[in-house]
């Protein structure tokens, strides 16, 4: 249940805002805010062997995996760089894989894990994120391979081989 008034809340909230440049610039700066706050979290594990994983905390994540989604859906929508298309969908499914990853964790190691994963990810999306605010700007691909390494669909793959 606790899942469920998560996705609302988070779908209701201004930050899923139809996706653009400036999207991609305030979710990177979100993901710095939310790297920041999770090393706290990490720190004052280590030290106490706790940590309170706020359901605000819980909702952030969640807002940031949602966008990511967005951003994915700008990306290819405007056919920028399929690569990444793919790193943002991977991102906010690891959002959403990490956050059942600190309710299900049955001991202060796993929350670390988690945690720390959040952390790095937080991290690269603040790289990622300047990476699509530029690409756009510019029109110009800023990370592709020239290969979908990840299609969003079926009709997409098949297309990539062609």
């Not at 959002?95 to 049955?106: F, I, K, R, S, T």
């Amino acid at each position: 249940m606790k899942r469920i008034l998560l996705a609302i809340a988070a779908a209701a909230l201004p930050f899923s805002a139809a996706a653009s440049p400036e999207l991609a610039g305030d979710w990177g700066l979100k993901a710095g805010d939310l790297r920041e706050q999770t090393a706290s979290l990490i720190e004052t594990l280590d030290t106490s062997g706790k940590a309170d994983i706020s359901p605000a905390f819980q909702t952030e994540i969640e807002r940031f995996a949602y966008a990511a989604t967005q951003l994915g859906r700008w990306i290819d929508g405007n056919d920028g760089p399929s690569d990444l298309g793919c790193i943002f969908r991977g991102m906010a499914e690891e959002g959403v894989v990490q956050l059942d990853a600190l309710e299900e964790a049955e001991n202060t190691r796993d929350t670390r894990d988690s945690l720390l994963r959040l952390a790095v990810m937080f991290s690269d999306a603040e790289v990622i994120a300047a990476a699509a605010t530029q690409s756009a700007l510019r029109a110009t691909p800023a990370l592709d391979s020239g290969l979908a390494s990840c299609p969003v669909n079926t009709a997409a793959a098949k297309a990539a081989l062609k």
